[in-house]
């Protein structure tokens, strides 16, 4: 057994494990020879998961399809796990929304922040207090470049990721005494589904797309050493530069850019 077992097996407990960041996770997680919990809606995508996994890595893997936005979905979860260790939690499970505030569907802005807030939240929650006892365990939050200010346009996404910023940091500091490390990964742009997904054109925005692999890589690095980390150098100037010239005008630049990259 290696010193990462030991820290954070033997199993990991990964949400949005089907596609993405979450996937890219997963993997390297297994890599490092964790058995893992994979939770997403897409059975058939889990499958596949599985198999995978379990081939190339030889790990166990367990899969729970799930709506994480369902009222006893965090239940369900501990229940399904009360019988293995989980020693990381990584819920990396979100979605965004691209538009004007005033003109998006309340209901999705609800839906937005609960799978993207109050879900992670009370997953580590439930899962914290079982590590506190055994005195370890880990935490990566996955937040993103857009909590380090408000964004025009995905202002609700920009909000909710800034939750779970400033959530996981100061569980860094809180769970220590428990042995627990906390990090939270904040990517820029990502080639997955997500950005795929938005009305916008990202190449007329000053981003560059990262592998999820090299993001995920960059968030297991940091757990045990940092409270967060940004994936990519361009990135950690963007999310720093709020500390060099006054918060508002990386505000006003972003809702010009992303006004400009809307596809019409």
């Given at each position: 057994?290696?010193?990462?077992?030991?820290?954070?097996?033997?199993?990991?407990?990964?949400?949005?494990?089907?596609?993405?960041?979450?996937?890219?996770?997963?993997?390297?997680?297994?890599?490092?020879?964790?058995?893992?919990?994979?939770?997403?809606?897409?059975?058939?995508?889990?499958?596949?998961?599985?198999?995978?996994?379990?081939?190339?890595?030889?790990?166990?893997?367990?899969?729970?399809?799930?709506?994480?936005?369902?009222?006893?979905?965090?239940?369900?979860?501990?229940?399904?796990?009360?019988?293995i260790v989980i020693g990381l939690i990584v819920p990396a499970a979100g979605m965004a929304v691209a538009e004007e505030f005033n003109?998006?569907?309340?209901?999705?802005?609800?839906?937005?922040?609960?799978?993207?807030?109050?879900?992670?939240?009370?997953?580590?929650?439930?899962?914290?207090?079982?590590?506190?006892?055994?005195?370890?365990?880990?935490?990566?939050?996955?937040?993103?470049?857009?909590?380090?200010?408000?964004?025009?346009?995905?202002?609700?996404?920009?909000?909710?990721?800034?939750?779970?910023?400033?959530?996981?940091?100061?569980?860094?500091?809180?769970?220590?005494?428990?042995?627990?490390?906390?990090?939270?990964?904040?990517?820029?742009?990502?080639?997955?589904?997500?950005?795929?997904?938005?009305?916008?054109?990202?190449?007329?925005?000053?981003?560059?797309?990262?592998?999820?692999?090299?993001?995920?890589?960059?968030?297991?690095?940091?757990?045990?050493?940092?409270?967060?980390?940004?994936?990519?150098?361009?990135?950690?100037?963007?999310?720093?530069?709020?500390?060099?010239?006054?918060?508002?005008?990386?505000?006003?630049?972003?809702?010009?850019?992303?006004?400009?990259?809307?596809?019409?």
């Open positions: 057994m290696n010193d990462f077992q030991r820290k954070y097996g033997p199993w990991a407990l990964v949400t949005g494990a089907n596609a993405g960041i979450g996937k890219a996770i997963a993997n390297e997680l297994a890599m490092r020879k964790l058995n893992i919990v994979a939770v997403a809606r897409r059975q058939k995508l889990l499958d596949a998961l599985k198999d995978e996994l379990e081939t190339e890595h030889g790990v166990q893997v367990r899969t729970l399809a799930l709506d994480l936005t369902e009222a006893d979905a965090i239940d369900k979860i501990d229940r399904a796990t009360r019988d003109t998006t569907e309340s209901a999705r802005n609800t839906h937005t922040a609960n799978l993207n807030m109050m879900v992670p939240m009370q997953l580590v929650h439930v899962f914290v207090n079982k590590m506190a006892q055994r005195k370890r365990g880990g935490v990566l939050f996955v937040s993103s470049l857009f909590a380090y200010q408000g964004i025009p346009y995905v202002a609700n996404y920009a909000a909710t990721k800034a939750y779970i910023l400033t959530l996981g940091e100061a569980l860094h500091v809180e769970l220590q005494k428990h042995g627990i490390d906390v990090s939270v990964l904040s990517p820029g742009l990502t080639d997955t589904d997500m950005p795929a997904n938005l009305p916008l054109d990202f190449s007329k925005l000053p981003m560059f797309y990262q592998s999820p692999q090299n993001v995920a890589r960059i968030g297991i690095k940091a757990l045990g050493r940092k409270s967060t980390v940004v994936s990519g150098f361009t990135n950690k100037f963007y999310a720093w530069q709020n500390r060099l010239i006054p918060r508002s005008a990386p505000v006003s630049l972003f809702g010009f850019l992303i006004k400009r990259a809307f596809k019409f």
